[in-house]
């Protein structure tokens, strides 16, 4: 028997109700779920659709699942079949959700679409910027355990690399080109050329890192992707939404969590890395300052990469309750933010240093070429 309709409950009003319900429709029909439903809740969701489904069959009981539902051509940025992997491998780790079983067979069309189904978290709550600071360590050292479980992600992530993705793509959305992207609220507008020459004048300092050593990483991580789960008298935490994961340099994921939560400055970021860092880890202090240098030059790039991916998210034709905050809004102020950052006096100085450092090691490998 087909299942009757079930309206969605607490859609916010932004959201494109037509679209949602088509896009659940689909789902359906494909047994994305084939219990009988008794429930559907809105969540939320920035560029997806996240919904809690409530069902029950006569050989199981009551069970609640969370069901996203991929935004317009999110394919277009994002590798479902390495977000499946590796959120298999950190659900292993019993860091994040476990994907309902069904959609772990290969070639299931709803999971390559980006239709996911996975244990609904009970007794969860979303840290928000305001939580995130009484359970940052405690956050820190379990993202940690995702960065040092010895594990290969089944995909790379550079943030350089992402955001001249996104550039590119913008060439061609819907049949048209993208050539600017406009912030200070409409009355300034920057060329995407521009973005991509400042990238690779980006690209130039990030060879005075040298060979970093890369990790498994979350790659799009603010306080609102970690879920707090009171089991007991314990808390756990887990981490939420590995869309963008993989392959990473940790203190760019170190950046992001840094940016997204107001920590900016030398000293602040210091005790965030001894956040991360277990007490009883001996770490040099040129490590230190060598993580402290990479976690700055990274800054920066966040807002530069939040700003580009707000635009692609407006003309992809996003359909969530945030659209309004992505054409005008907090979306492209992000560019101002990196605009501000890059031109500091602190960052200018950091940047001056690093490049000093880079034209020195280029010097080496080109005189080591001639040998």
């Not at 992600?153 to 060439?171: P, T």
């Not at 991509?196 to 990483?217: D, Q, R, T, Y």
């Not at 939404?241 to 203190?251: I, Q």
């Not at 770490?283 to 700003?307: G, H, M, T, W």
Request: charged share 25%.
């Amino acid at each position: 028997m087909a299942q009757s309709r079930v309206e969605v409950l607490s859609i916010p009003s932004k959201v494109n109700k037509e679209h949602l319900q088509t896009s659940l429709e689909y789902f359906l029909e494909l047994k994305g779920i084939s219990d009988p439903i008794m429930q559907i809740k809105y969540l939320g969701g920035c560029s997806n659709h996240a919904l809690c489904v409530t069902t029950e069959s006569p050989d199981t009981a009551i069970k609640k699942w969370l069901v996203r539902l991929p935004g317009s051509q999110s394919e277009l940025l994002i590798h479902r079949q390495a977000e499946k992997i590796n959120t298999s491998i950190v659900a292993a780790l019993g860091i994040a959700p476990a994907f309902e079983k069904q959609f772990l067979d290969e070639g299931n069309v709803l999971q390559q679409q980006g239709y996911k189904v996975e244990n609904y978290l009970e007794n969860a709550e979303t840290l928000t910027h305001e939580s995130f600071p009484r359970l940052r360590k405690k956050s820190l050292q379990v993202l940690k355990q995702v960065h040092q479980c010895g594990h290969v992600f089944h995909s790379h992530y550079h943030i350089l690399e992402r955001i001249k993705m996104m550039c590119y793509a913008l060439q061609n959305v819907g049949g048209h080109e993208i050539t600017h992207l406009t912030y200070d609220y409409g009355k300034q507008h920057v060329n995407l050329k521009q973005i991509l020459a400042h990238i690779n004048e980006h690209e130039k300092v990030l060879a005075s890192f040298g060979k970093i050593n890369l990790a498994p990483c979350h790659n799009d991580l603010g306080p609102f992707n970690f879920m707090k789960v009171e089991e007991g008298e314990d808390q756990h935490i887990y981490i939420i939404d590995w869309e963008y994961s993989g392959m990473n340099d940790p203190m760019c994921e170190l950046a992001y969590i840094a940016n997204e939560s107001g920590v900016h400055t030398r000293e602040s970021i210091k005790a965030l890395l001894f956040d991360y860092y277990d007490k009883d880890e001996k770490i040099s202090e040129d490590i230190l300052q060598c993580n402290i240098n990479r976690i700055l030059f990274y800054l920066p790039l966040i807002d530069l990469k939040v700003a580009v991916w707000s635009l692609i998210q407006v003309n992809l034709c996003n359909q969530s309750q945030y659209i309004d905050d992505l054409r005008s809004g907090w979306g492209p102020e992000r560019y101002k933010n990196y605009l501000e950052k890059i031109t500091s006096s602190e960052y200018q100085e950091l940047i001056s240093s690093l490049k000093n450092k880079a034209d020195t090691l280029q010097s080496v490998s080109i005189f080591s070429k001639k040998i």
